[in-house]
């Protein structure tokens, strides 16, 4: 059965530095989405993709936060700067479709990350 | 704003009866609702989901949820527990309007935990 991936499972690093964190997506799905959850918060949602262009963004996905697919396959996040509070589960997902109940989102297992 | 709220943030059942995983959404117009479960270390999965057909909604593994509009309701119950049923459980609301990213809104969750 097809699945979302992420990769790291687990990334740590200090404060300041950049990361990526990495997804692939069902083939054939266009829609992709990226999700955060704090720990004890709840899940919520960053940025929707399409047709190589953001969506929607959410008022956390600021000038630090960047979402790009390179290849066709993989759908980054990108965070310049990292700060103690973007320590958190980042859960990449998928669609067939987009909109409102259209279409089941398809989840990814999450990268947890950890800024020291 | 939509959102939705989960009444219980732990619930403690036994193998074999009933189980109960209460949401109230507040949203003005008729919303599209969902349950997802995540199981550790997997993605999130959809359950079921309303999207303003039939009120009594059946899923995956017996689950099913009642949309109840006077009530603001979406409660989630399955007549008999498996323990395989152990995990997360989030009650998940699209929003309003004439966007059609995708966006879900997710409450913070019910950890389901069933004894032997």
């Known amino acids: 059965e097809p699945e979302v991936t992420q990769t790291p499972s687990h990334q740590v690093t200090q404060m300041g530095q950049e990361v990526i964190l990495r997804c692939v997506p069902i083939?054939?799905?266009?829609?992709f989405y990226w999700y955060r959850q704090i720990l004890g918060q709840k899940v919520e949602f960053l940025v929707s993709f399409y047709n190589n262009e953001i969506s929607e963004k959410s008022e956390i996905f600021d000038d630090q936060f960047s979402v790009e697919r390179p290849d066709g396959s993989n759908f980054t996040l990108k965070i310049r700067s990292t700060k103690l509070e973007d320590s958190a589960m980042y859960f990449c997902?998928?669609?067939?479709?987009?909109?409102?109940?259209?279409?089941?989102?398809?989840f990814g297992p999450g990268t947890r990350l950890t800024v020291l | 704003a939509q959102s939705v709220t989960q009444l219980d943030s732990h619930v403690s059942v036994s193998e074999g009866t009933p189980v109960l995983l209460r949401c109230n959404y507040s949203?003005?117009?008729?919303?599209?609702l969902f349950w997802y479960v995540q199981h550790p270390n997997k993605g999130l999965q959809l359950l079921l989901k309303y999207t303003s057909a039939a009120t009594l909604v059946k899923g995956i593994n017996g689950f099913e949820a009642e949309f109840k509009k006077s009530e603001t309701s979406f409660h989630l119950t399955k007549p008999s527990a498996h323990m395989s049923d152990a995990a997360e459980y989030f009650c998940v609301v699209t929003p309003e309007g004439s966007s059609n990213t995708g966006k879900l809104i997710f409450g913070q969750g019910t950890t389901l935990q069933v004894k032997p």
């Open positions: 083939s054939n799905h266009l829609y």
């Open positions: 949203s003005s117009y008729s919303p599209s």
């Open positions: 997902a998928s669609s067939v479709l987009g909109g409102r109940g259209e279409a089941e989102q398809f």
